[in-house]
C-alpha cells in the first residue's frame, strides 16, 4: 500500500487515545469541566474540542510527512536519518504535551470561596472601600479579574480563549 495511505492512522491515533482515556468513560467526563467542583480543567466546548482535536491531528500529521515522506525515503536509517526522526519526534511530542497542558490547566479562576489577602483587605479598609464582589456570581473580585460568560465564573488571566487551545 502506499505510505500516505497510513497518514490518518498515524496522526488520528494520539486524538483516539487521548479522547477515549479522558473523555469517553463517564466517571472521568463527569470530574471534567470547570464549575468549582471540577477534579479536572478543561473547557468542553464542542468548538474548542474540534479544534484541539484538529490541532493535535496537524501536529501528528506534521510528525508522518516528515518522518516516514521525507527523512526516511532521504536517509533511510542512517545514523543522521534515526537522529532526525528522533530529533524532530521529541520537538513535536513536547509541542503535543504543551497543547495538552495548556489545554488542561486553570486559567486562573477564582475559587467559590475565595478571599482576599490581608494586606489587601487592610488597605481597603484604610481608604474606606468593601471587598469587590462579582456581580454575576457574588465571589470575591481581585483586582484585573473579569467575569467569563462562557466558564460562568470570574478569571484572573483573560487570554485563555485561543480556539486552539
Given at each position: 500500500?502506499?505510505?500516505?495511505?497510513?497518514?490518518?492512522?498515524?496522526?488520528?491515533?494520539?486524538?483516539?487515545?487521548?479522547?477515549?482515556?479522558?473523555?469517553?468513560?463517564?466517571?472521568?467526563?463527569?470530574?471534567?469541566?470547570?464549575?468549582?467542583?471540577?477534579?479536572?480543567?478543561?473547557?468542553?466546548?464542542?468548538?474548542?474540542?474540534?479544534?484541539?482535536?484538529?490541532?493535535?491531528?496537524?501536529?501528528?500529521?506534521?510528525?508522518?510527512?516528515?518522518?516516514?515522506?521525507?527523512?526516511?525515503?532521504?536517509?533511510?536509517?542512517?545514523?543522521?536519518?534515526?537522529?532526525?526522526?528522533?530529533?524532530?519526534?521529541?520537538?513535536?511530542?513536547?509541542?503535543?504535551?504543551?497543547?495538552?497542558?495548556?489545554?488542561?490547566?486553570?486559567?486562573?479562576?477564582?475559587?467559590q470561596?475565595?478571599?482576599?489577602?490581608?494586606?489587601?483587605?487592610?488597605?481597603?479598609?484604610r481608604?474606606?472601600?468593601?471587598?469587590?464582589?462579582?456581580?454575576?456570581?457574588?465571589?470575591?473580585k481581585?483586582?484585573?479579574?473579569?467575569?467569563?460568560?462562557?466558564?460562568?465564573?470570574?478569571?484572573?488571566?483573560?487570554?485563555?480563549?485561543?480556539?486552539?487551545?
Amino acid at each position: 500500500a502506499p505510505y500516505w495511505l497510513y497518514c490518518p492512522f498515524y496522526a488520528c491515533l494520539p486524538n483516539v487515545l487521548w479522547w477515549i482515556s479522558r473523555c469517553i468513560p463517564p466517571h472521568k467526563w463527569k470530574r471534567t469541566g470547570t464549575a468549582y467542583d471540577s477534579r479536572h480543567w478543561l473547557n468542553k466546548s464542542f468548538c474548542g474540542l474540534c479544534c484541539a482535536s484538529t490541532t493535535q491531528f496537524f501536529i501528528y500529521g506534521a510528525g508522518y510527512i516528515v518522518n516516514f515522506v521525507i527523512v526516511y525515503p532521504w536517509l533511510g536509517l542512517s545514523t543522521g536519518g534515526i537522529l532526525l526522526i528522533v530529533l524532530h519526534g521529541g520537538l513535536l511530542f513536547m509541542a503535543s504535551l504543551s497543547h495538552y497542558r495548556a489545554m488542561t490547566t486553570n486559567p486562573g479562576a477564582i475559587p467559590q470561596h475565595a478571599e482576599p489577602l490581608p494586606e489587601f483587605h487592610t488597605e481597603l479598609k484604610r481608604m474606606g472601600k468593601s471587598v469587590p464582589k462579582c456581580r454575576r456570581t457574588g465571589v470575591f473580585k481581585p483586582p484585573r479579574a473579569h467575569y467569563d460568560r462562557q466558564l460562568r465564573r470570574c478569571v484572573v488571566r483573560m487570554d485563555h480563549h485561543c480556539p486552539w487551545v
